[in-house]
Every structure is written in C-alpha cells, then in structure tokens.
C-alpha cells in the first residue's frame, strides 16, 4: 500500500494485489503484472469531505458483472484490518449503491474517451466503499477515471503525483 495527499488536506491510498500497470511503480515496486487497484479517496471540499473506496480488477477473461452483495463480502474481507479514512467523522457503509456505480463506469469511460488504452468492459469492480454523507456520483466518477488511468500504464511513473494531477484536474 501506499499513501499520499491529494491538495492541501486530502489524502489517498492505493493498494496493489490486484492489479498492476505497465510502467508506473508502487512503491518502489514495478507494477507489471497486477490486475488489480483499490484506490481510497478523501478530498475536503469546505466543511465536508467527499469519500470514497474502489477497487477494480482488468479480467483477461470474458467480464463478469459483480453484484453488491458480492462487492460487500469482498470489501468487507479486504478491509477488516484497515481503517477507513473518514472513520471518526462519517459512516462508512461496504458495498456500492447503482448510482455510484454507473459513475465509476463513466469514470472508466471518460478514461477511454480521453486516449487511455483499456478495455473497459474488462474492468470488474470488486471491493467497494462509500460514506453515508461524504460520498457522492461525482468523486466515484474521479476515482474510476484514476483507476482506469492506472491501470492502463497511463501514470508516467510518479504514481502519487499522478493520482493528485488527476484527482485535481477534474
């Protein structure tokens, strides 16, 4: 795992077991080879934050469509030892609400649109986790434009500056 900052006060960490990019390092680490992320996110935005926790597999496979109650039981394995960012302040709940998910996947469209080299139908979301108050379409739509990024090989290498180039840019 690593961690950073996103701007001034916002934070992220990246997990790799899943996944990995052609070219970018993780922690030190090339990441050639994994195929999967998990990417947690927390921005403040005045006296709210907005949060959220995703995490894709690119399936060399046929896709498979991965239920809620799936990404619950998966989420809910990954992070038994993890705590979430915005514990203390916010309601975490496991598991990805439809309307978060269609904006994941136009986070994973928008990559594509925008020149990044990955099937997106192959892109299976596995682990998932969303903040009763803090959570919205618009940064799940973030977080899978910089998943579907990362995934591709797309980060140029400074994964940490990449994530907050991306995370800021939009």
Same mark, same amino acid.
């Given at each position: 795992?690593?961690?950073?900052?996103?701007?001034?006060?916002?934070?992220?960490?990246?997990?790799?077991?899943?996944?990995?990019?052609?070219?970018?390092?993780?922690? *030190?680490?090339?990441?050639?080879?994994?195929?999967?992320?998990?990417?947690?996110?927390?921005?403040?935005?005045?006296?709210?934050?907005?949060?959220?926790?995703?995490?894709?597999?690119?399936?060399?496979?046929?896709?498979?469509?991965?239920?809620? #109650?799936?990404?619950?039981?998966?989420?809910?394995?990954?992070?038994? #030892?993890?705590?979430?960012?915005?514990?203390?302040?916010?309601?975490?709940?496991?598991?990805?609400?439809?309307?978060?998910?269609?904006?994941?996947?136009?986070?994973?469209?928008?990559?594509?649109?925008?020149?990044?080299?990955?099937?997106? #139908?192959?892109?299976?979301?596995?682990?998932?986790?969303?903040?009763?108050?803090?959570?919205?379409?618009?940064?799940?739509?973030?977080? *899978?434009?910089?998943?579907?990024?990362?995934?591709?090989?797309?980060?140029?290498?400074?994964?940490?500056?990449?994530?907050?180039?991306?995370?800021?840019?939009?």
């Amino acid at each position: 795992m690593i961690s950073g900052s996103i701007g001034k006060y916002g934070k992220f960490r990246l997990w790799r077991n899943v996944c990995q990019t052609t070219g970018c390092k993780v922690s *030190g680490d090339d990441v050639t080879g994994v195929n999967g992320l998990v990417l947690e996110v927390m921005i403040p935005r005045g006296a709210r934050v907005l949060y959220g926790l995703l995490g894709v597999h690119y399936s060399a496979a046929e896709p498979v469509t991965c239920g809620v #109650d799936a990404l619950t039981e998966n989420a809910r394995r990954f992070l038994m #030892d993890e705590n979430f960012l915005v514990a203390g302040f916010d309601s975490v709940c496991v598991g990805l609400p439809k309307l978060y998910e269609e904006a994941a996947r136009a986070g994973f469209t928008r990559a594509s649109n925008n020149g990044v080299e990955i099937e997106v #139908d192959r892109l299976e979301m596995v682990y998932a986790a969303y903040g009763e108050v803090s959570s919205s379409e618009q940064i799940f739509e973030k977080i *899978g434009f910089v998943l579907a990024s990362l995934m591709s090989g797309s980060c140029g290498g400074d994964v940490e500056g990449a994530i907050n180039s991306m995370l800021n840019a939009q």
